[in-house]
């Protein structure tokens, strides 16, 4: 049920994207001449929407969609025969090279997050129930056992050689759509397509712009409505993706307890932030941080920002209050004002 409303509530957010490219000023000759192809897949739990236009559009969709099948079953842990799942049950196994370099980006992203970003933090998830759908508010006692394993320094690569520490286990959920929209962003450009939108739930990435020229519109979602939106993000070539506690969660005698996890404690992050939203060249940087950002907060995370390259962000806070960096200012419309960080 609880997958079913959110993929309704997915849905949304393509049907902005999918309108708002109708929109703009589209010439007659244009859309005669810009062929254009859609598909819709269902993957790591999400309603994934992929449009591409040109000639070979097509064609780069169906290898797109082998693409995420491939990877949703290489790096699904649940699935007995996922290369993640062979790593966490035997403590060490040979994975395909694109895996082992999505592990080792992930585990860059943990070591300059300080740790905010740990895909070691799978025993934490089982506990809460996040991954089978069977929620469950775990003790304090429970907590700290589980997190004894949580340390992302407990996972190395070695050439297509993952391996674990301390009965660590991994879960690429924070980053492995970030990766996937690249992967499919690559194999658009070599199927000579330039123009093209993929929308995996909470991840967008776009490659050139909109056929007429103009850059694609992004709704960035309301944390409070999932019907609504705070703003509009005009972006060419770039990945949004969005962090919030509002897209998956549980309540429990009043309590929410949703599944972005602080390592450092164990529960669900309580940073003052309702969403962020990373932009960036980078579809995998974009997801990592955007998790991270979210766990970290809006001061560590304006600090991160200002001392790392190749991102913008926007932050929505618990005070409903939009502030986004400075590279934003031309490409972000908020619906109210947005504050500008420097
Ligand atoms: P995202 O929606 O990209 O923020 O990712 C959330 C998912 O990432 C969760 O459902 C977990 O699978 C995983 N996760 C939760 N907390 C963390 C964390 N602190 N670091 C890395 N992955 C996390
Ligand atoms: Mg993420």
């Avoid at 300059?112 to 070691?120: E, L, P, V, W």
């Avoid at 089978?132 to 997190?147: I, K, R």
Wanted: some cysteine; hydrophobic content about 40%.
């Amino acid at each position: 049920m609880r997958t079913l409303i959110r993929a309704i509530s997915l849905l949304g957010i393509l049907f902005l994207v999918a309108c708002s490219s109708e929109n703009g000023n589209v010439s007659k000759d244009n859309v005669n001449s810009d062929h254009v192809a859609e598909k819709i897949v269902f993957a790591m739990d999400t309603v994934m929407t992929l449009r591409a236009y040109g000639p070979n559009a097509e064609k780069a969709l169906a290898d797109a969609e082998n693409e995420i099948q491939t990877l949703d079953q290489r790096l699904r842990r649940g699935s007995a025969n996922s290369e993640i799942y062979a790593v966490n049950t035997a403590g060490s196994a040979e994975v395909s090279e694109d895996t082992a370099e999505l592990i080792s980006t992930a585990l860059d992203i943990s070591e300059s997050t300080g740790g905010a970003f740990d895909i070691s933090i799978a025993p934490v998830m089982d506990l809460w129930g996040f991954y089978t759908g069977e929620f469950y508010v775990p003790s304090e006692a429970e907590l700290s056992a589980s997190l004894a394993a949580v340390d992302y320094r407990n996972v190395n690569v070695n050439g297509k050689t993952v391996s674990t520490t301390n009965g660590a286990r991994i879960d690429l959920g924070g980053i492995a759509k970030g990766y996937l929209s690249s992967q499919i962003i690559d194999i658009m450009k070599k199927n000579g397509v330039s123009s093209c939108i993929v929308s995996l739930g909470g991840n967008i990435q776009t490659l050139g712009t909109k056929p007429d020229g103009s850059s694609w519109k992004v709704g960035v979602q309301d944390p409070d409505d999932e019907n609504g939106y705070i703003g509009v993000l005009s972006i060419s070539d770039m990945a949004a993706v969005t962090s919030g506690g509002y897209q998956r969660f549980f309540e429990q005698d009043g309590t929410v307890y949703h599944h972005i996890i602080d390592p450092s404690g164990g529960l669900p992050a309580q940073s003052g932030l309702k969403s962020v939203t990373i932009v960036s060249a980078d579809g995998t940087l974009a997801d990592g941080l955007s998790t991270a950002l979210y766990v970290m907060g809006l001061d560590k995370g304006i600090e991160y920002w200002r001392s790392h390259d190749g991102f913008d962000a926007v932050f929505v806070t618990d005070d409903n209050e939009i502030l986004i960096t400075k590279g934003l200012a031309d490409m972000f419309e908020g619906r109210i004002e947005a504050l500008i960080i420097e």
